[in-house]
């Protein structure tokens, strides 16, 4: 098992930039892929972007793409998620996730190691 840490959710307006950490602890980072999820009120998980274990790989949902960049420094044991030009429709309870994986994984039953979740909230 690896535990994670997320930070850096808040409010903010629509246009603007917010950037998420997640730090893990418990395991060697590096053999773990790493992703984002997020939940709106009354809507599913969905998946946001993933990452590989050595950060030459990423992947996002169509809806953020262009938008969010996932990255990692396995130095300091921590996934990142930039996000600018915010949109209200962003606003969600942001998920980090992890998996022992050679392979970047975008759907959340294949993740099995789960953040608190930290708000994002963008005004209109």
């Known amino acids: 098992q690896v535990q994670l840490v997320e930070s850096g959710g808040g409010l903010v307006q629509a246009g603007g930039s917010l950037r998420l950490s997640c730090a893990a602890s418990g395991r060697t980072f590096i053999n773990y892929v790493m992703g984002w999820f997020r939940q709106a009120p009354g809507k599913e998980r969905e998946f946001v972007a993933g990452?590989?274990?050595?950060?030459?790989?990423?992947y996002y949902a169509d809806s953020v793409k262009g938008r969010f960049t996932i990255s990692r420094d396995n130095a300091k044991n921590t996934v990142y998620l930039q996000m600018n030009s915010l949109k209200p429709e962003d606003t969600a309870v942001y998920y980090c996730a992890a998996r022992y994986s050679r392979v970047v994984l975008t759907t959340q039953r294949e993740y099995d190691n789960w953040g608190q979740g930290a708000q994002v909230t963008v005004s209109s």
């Open positions: 990452i590989s274990r050595s950060g030459d790989s990423a």
